[in-house]
């Protein structure tokens, strides 16, 4: 079986090649944390890859399948990301900038915010979203959680042989990751 998937991940939905840290193979449509070049993302499985795709160069790893504490997770950072969309707007409307925001993205491990604009984005708006982006970062508070949150509890975090099951760490039982 493969360890390298194709995932789409991203707000844009972009398709990337994974290798999977466990060396798993993981079935279409499941949701992954994956490391990226932008930091830790939640993204889809598309397929697993033949060996010779395999050998090709990655866009990164395949941590874990997301667990329950990972979508609660989720959740938080979907209502963060929901009010830095409603302020970015405000602070548009308030400063009189002529610019399009389509949406925001925050990403899994809470150390990046994206905003995404249609056309050019001026020095006062890159500005405006540097306010925002230190404002969310510090308000979702989990920094200090980015290195739990991409390595677990250990090495054999999920597989039943580091921590029973991971009951005792950070993501209690979270990374879920299911021998094939």
């Known amino acids: 079986m493969s360890a ?3 995932v789409q991940i991203g707000l844009l939905g972009t398709i990337g090649k994974f290798v999977a840290a466990d060396r798993n193979a993981y079935v279409r449509d499941v949701e992954v944390i994956c490391r990226t070049a932008r930091g830790l993302e939640v993204g889809r499985v598309i397929c697993a890859v033949d060996s010779a795709v395999a050998a090709e160069e990655h866009d990164g790893e395949l941590l874990r399948r997301v667990g329950r504490e990972d979508r609660a997770i989720v959740e938080r950072l979907d209502r963060f990301r929901d ?3 409603l302020a970015c707007r405000k602070l548009l409307t308030e400063r009189n900038l002529r610019a399009t925001l389509v949406d925001v ?3 899994f491990d809470g150390q990046s915010i994206w905003f995404y604009f249609l056309g050019e984005v001026s020095p006062e ?3 405006l979203t540097n306010e925002l982006a230190e404002v969310y970062e510090s308000k979702v ?3 200090k959680f ?3 949150l991409a390595q677990g509890c250990g090495p054999d975090c999920g597989t039943g042989s580091s921590c029973g099951d ?3 760490c950070a993501l209690s039982g ?3 990751v299911k021998k094939s």
Do not use: P, Q
Request: proline fraction near 0%.
């Open 4 to 6: 390298v998937h194709l």
């Open 83 to 85: 009010r830095a969309f």
């Open 105 to 107: 993205e925050h990403l």
């Open 125 to 127: 708006v890159e500005s």
């Open 141 to 143: 508070k989990f920094r």
């Open 146 to 148: 980015a290195e739990t």
């Open 166 to 168: 991971c009951s005792g």
């Open 174 to 176: 979270g990374c879920g």
